[in-house]
């Protein structure tokens, strides 16, 4: 009876050594992960709404040389946008993303013309301003592969652009004065392959992304008559990222971030009214995760480019996830 | 005899027994004076760690370092100069004439705390910006072909600038609720000050006469001159609210030589020559005050007001010598300081101008990202 005791005991010592105790994740906790630790798609079920601002002013840019250069006419510019995003996970896989912007574009001359004949001076004040609602964004996003413990995560997403913002010149004044355009005019198709591997407390993400923008139809300048058939150039993209826990709740994110865009026709002619660019950017964040809360400051600081402004674009992200 | 021996005996007795208790008494202030001054020469109350002192809240740490503390900063100003108050304090919107800019600041700082009340740095700075002029079109109909020049100006100031040296001395006992600080420091001037030769250009040739001509001015950063800086701050905590005020004079040691390039266009090139002219440097005043709320202990939120005023200097043109403007500028700064671990810290400002006079009234946004560290403490 004792041994039987013992081989028993004996027996069980195994099962008590590999016991192990995992953490239950209720669902409150999940709703809590921070960019560094959460999937890269929604759960099942779980709705995010965030706005996102962001905002640059024109000072520099990148010449066709691909030299930095001051905007050297009097002349001052800047752009902001208010994005609003809604997300919802329909499958632990399988996400919606809806994003649509409230844009605001302003851009002013002054140019003094001194007549030495007459002992005239003209000044032309140009002040041009576009508000209004920009274009907005579907897109769907499905994880082929999972991460788990020694795999990467590998998700692929379509992102369909849809013309909703005033493409063309709109309440006309005379050829200077006149409200901006906020929308691009087209439609456009992007697919995006990204991968993600969490080496806690830090992830490594990286992706590839390509948009072909379809044909449409605006006008130009505030002096056209009619509008005219365009097809904006082809957008290639790609990022690195490491992001790391600098605490438990703030999140540090660097993105070296590279893009490429083809030239792009009008009336199939292709044409240096839209030019080729590229850009190669970095882009530090700080993301604070607070309860279900995110806050997040971000600054894109081109690096080297063609045909692209050179200005910081600052961001700043307000999430909630119900 | 023996009674008077005996009473000699007694009194002997109880002389070397208060003789005793007087060394006992004498050993036992010796102690204690020498307990408080090693707390008050320290500031320190013996048990604090270094995490403590690493994560000191901002309403419970002084002025100055601790002894041993080593604090690496650097911050990026981003600027947005898009209005200017004229010499009557009027607002000119300067995006209205398209000569809006914008500036970049990068600040590197060194701190060492040499003792618990006295305390060293080092700092200096990278200045990047570009100033448009307002572009004017002269044309001439004179001729028998129209002649059309436009001209566009650009300054650009890009540049290291000046080391600061300075040390600093606070009230030498532990801080509770107040504290005050004298800093003393001088601006060596180590950038190069002298501006670059221009890089003007004409370009867009149409016609014969018709063209336009771009200037394009070189600054560099630097006041050329040693400038000394005196400071003197007040720290006053109640509770989890702190008020911070101090006032800083800055003053140029001597006078300074400079040059200015000027330009001569022949056949659409351009040749330069400098001239030197002489200088004196405004001294400047700057009082700051700020109101601080501990939220928790890691989060500090702050509303800061700063008065700026420079005059008393002079500039040389062609042998005379002109006095600098007068400058004032009154901005409102509300900002946080968040500590993400116990080696770093992350300070945000943002600058509002409100009221001001022959002065840029930039908007700006100042982040400071800061190391903290006891670099020989284990």
């Known amino acids: 009876m004792k041994k039987s005791y013992l081989i028993y005991l004996f027996m069980l010592l195994p099962a008590t050594m590999l016991c192990q105790t995992e953490r239950q994740l209720v669902p409150a906790d999940l709703k809590q992960q921070t960019i560094v630790s959460e999937p890269v798609t929604l759960r099942k079920g779980f709705f995010r709404t965030g706005i996102i601002m962001n905002y640059r002013v024109a000072d520099k840019y990148f010449n066709a040389s691909g030299e930095k250069e001051y905007y050297i006419t009097s002349s001052w510019g800047s752009t902001s946008a208010y994005g609003i995003i809604l997300q919802y996970g329909l499958t632990d896989r399988l996400q919606l993303d809806i994003k649509t912007e409230y844009r605001n574009k302003l851009q002013e001359f002054q140019n003094k013309e001194i007549v030495a004949g007459t002992n005239t001076t003209i000044v032309t004040t140009t002040r041009q301003k576009g508000l209004g609602l920009g274009d907005s964004h579907f897109a769907v996003t499905y994880q082929f592969l999972q991460e788990i413990e020694r795999r990467m995560s590998l998700t692929g997403r379509i992102n369909v652009t849809v013309p909703t913002g005033e493409k063309n010149p709109t309440n006309i004044r005379s050829v200077e004065k006149y409200d901006l355009p906020v929308g691009e005019g087209t439609y456009a198709l992007g697919i995006n392959i990204s991968a993600r591997k969490i080496l806690y407390p830090y992830s490594l993400a990286g992706y590839i992304e390509y948009k072909h923008n379809f044909e449409g139809a605006k006008k130009f300048s505030a002096a056209d008559d009619a509008e005219s058939n365009f097809r904006l150039g082809n957008r290639f993209e790609s990022g690195l990222s490491v992001n790391l826990h600098l605490n438990e709740w703030i999140a540090l994110a660097n993105e070296i971030n590279f893009s490429d865009k083809s030239k792009g026709e009008v009336e199939s002619i292709v044409t240096q009214e839209i030019p080729a660019e590229w850009a190669l950017s970095y882009e530090p964040s700080l993301v604070f995760q607070v309860k279900r809360f995110r806050l997040g400051e971000s600054v894109r600081i081109p690096l080297k480019g063609k045909n692209v402004p050179a200005d910081p674009l600052y961001k700043i992200m307000i999430q909630y996830l119900f | ?378």
């Open chain 2, 1 to 378: 005899m023996d009674y008077i021996a005996g009473v000699w005996q007694d009194t002997h007795y109880q002389l070397i027994r208060v003789i005793s208790m007087m060394l006992r008494f004498i050993f036992l202030v010796i102690l204690i004076v020498t307990s408080v001054l090693k707390n008050v020469v320290s500031g320190q109350v013996p048990g604090r760690d270094k995490y403590q002192l690493l994560t000191m809240p901002f309403n419970q740490r002084p002025l100055t370092l601790y002894r041993g503390q080593l604090h690496g900063s650097t911050g990026y100003k981003f600027a947005v100069r898009t209005q200017y108050y004229d010499s009557e304090g009027e607002v000119v919107y300067l995006r209205n004439t398209g000569t809006g800019s914008v500036y970049h600041y990068y600040f590197i700082e060194l701190r060492y705390g040499l003792t618990d009340f006295i305390e060293l740095a080092a700092e200096t700075n990278f200045l990047k910006r570009g100033i448009r002029s307002e572009s004017t079109t002269y044309v001439s109909t004179t001729l028998p072909s129209s002649e059309q020049v436009t001209v566009n100006k650009l300054t650009e100031v890009k540049g290291m600038g000046d080391i600061l040296l300075s040390a600093a001395v606070r009230f030498p006992l532990e801080y509770k609720w107040f504290d005050l600080a004298l800093r003393g420091g001088l601006y060596l001037p180590s950038s190069r000050y002298e501006p670059q030769e221009p890089s003007h250009a004409v370009s867009g040739i149409k016609e014969e006469n018709s063209y336009t001509v771009d200037y394009h001015y070189n600054n560099t950063n630097g006041f050329g001159v040693p400038v000394y800086e005196l400071s003197g701050a007040f720290k006053l905590t109640l509770n989890k609210f702190t008020l911070n005020t101090g006032i800083v004079f800055s003053d140029p040691t001597k006078e300074g030589q400079n040059i200015r390039w000027e330009e001569a266009l022949v056949e659409r090139d351009f040749s330069y020559y400098d001239n030197s002219y002489s200088y004196l440097l405004n001294r400047t005043l700057t009082i700051y005050t700020s109101l601080h709320y501990q939220a928790t202990g890691w989060f500090d939120i702050r509303l800061s007001g700063n008065y700026r005023k420079s005059d008393g200097g002079w500039t040389e043109y062609w042998g005379n010598k002109y006095s600098n403007p007068e400058t004032r500028l009154f901005t409102i700064e509300p900002g946080f300081e968040l500590q993400i671990s116990p080696t770093l810290i992350i300070c945000q400002n943002a600058g509002f101008p409100v009221k001001g006079k022959n002065s840029d009234a930039p908007f700006y946004l100042f982040t400071t990202v800061r190391f903290n560290m006891f670099p020989f403490l284990r």
